[in-house]
């Protein structure tokens, strides 16, 4: 049996042919130009899967699709996804309208978890969350092996929670929210903002404040003192964070994705040291473990192929 994967970003709709074992055979990608219109990017996603399919279209058991935004996963509907300009859209009706195929659509974060829950880091573990470090955070938590999405599937928006009363404003309106301190785009932000106050810095010989990203300040960890002061800082807002969630949920695991997650050790071992100090009642009885996801940026297409098998639904 062979599945689709579709995955949704801003700028780039990744699509994969999969196998029922997470075995990746072909994987193309197209533009998603949201600005064409929902009619437009849907008709592009319907290539994409005609595409992939192309030469085993009687073994397609069914297409995938993770899309960012409020998704109803039951009906397969977009509610609402401001990047991509998605309102009330029901994807899943026009995708298989276009192809032919069964089609399973979910929210791009609660996708990926799946995909690492049944391909990836935590196919081991029963409970286990994924935060994603990127553009914002997002994630997916895993109960007992079932995903956990709330009341109409759009729950687990841990970006939003609260881990500085009163804090810096964020896109959603709130103030303080972990995304807010806990993104590649506010680390970035962090280290242009303490630049701008310390020009001796070394970073100013080799970068300028345009081309600085969240991957600079670790790359001059230990090398400069502003870089280690903005890597301090964001690591002790995101251990705020995820000592939240290991309080709230006591996982097994809590695993990092995105790209701030590349940095590997050098992130996860003082997290979990940090995390280790805040959580309730220790860690002598159940520890959390805090790794970086194994998937990469194919968790979100292989969560999808996960998806529309029915995995921990």
């Known amino acids: 049996m062979l599945y689709i994967g579709v995955d949704i970003g801003g700028t780039g709709i990744k699509g994969i042919l999969s196998d029922e074992d997470g075995k990746v055979l072909v994987q193309k990608e197209v533009d998603t130009r949201p600005a064409d219109g929902a009619s437009a990017v849907c008709q592009r996603i319907a290539a994409l899967v ?85 553009t914002g955070v997002g994630g997916g938590i895993m109960i007992d092996g079932k995903l956990f999405e709330g009341t109409n599937c759009v729950g687990s928006e841990i970006g939003h929670m609260v ?86 949920f006591r996982p097994e695991v809590i695993m990092l994705g995105g790209g701030v997650s590349a940095q590997g050790d050098v992130l996860t071992k003082p997290l979990q040291k940090k995390v280790n100090e805040k959580i309730f009642g220790g860690t002598a009885f159940s520890p959390v473990k805090i790794m970086t996801a194994s998937l990469g940026n194919m968790a979100g297409a292989l969560g999808a192929v996960a998806l529309v098998m029915g995995y921990g639904l």
Do not use: Q
């Open 163 to 248: 881990v500085y009363s009163g804090g810096r404003i964020c896109s959603c309106g709130r103030k303080g929210c972990f995304e807010a301190y806990a993104s590649a785009t506010a680390l970035r932000g962090d280290l242009i903002e303490a630049l701008r106050k310390n020009k001796g810095s070394k970073i100013w010989n080799t970068e300028t404040l345009i081309s600085c990203t969240a991957k600079t300040a670790f790359d001059f960890l230990g090398k400069d003192r502003v870089a280690d002061s903005v890597v301090e800082n964001y690591i002790e807002a995101l251990s705020e964070g995820l000592a939240n969630l290991a309080n709230i």
């Open 50 to 134: 005609k595409s992939l399919a192309t030469g085993n279209e009687d073994k397609i058991e069914g297409v995938g699709i993770g899309c960012p935004g409020m998704v109803d996963r039951v009906t397969g509907t977009v509610i609402f996804a401001s990047n991509l300009r998605f309102k009330n859209l029901a994807l899943a009706e026009r995708i298989k309208s276009l192809t032919g195929y069964k089609v399973a659509v979910g929210n791009d974060a609660h996708v990926a978890a799946l995909g690492e829950a049944k391909f990836g880091a935590s196919a081991n573990y029963k409970n286990s969350i994924l935060v994603t470090l990127g």
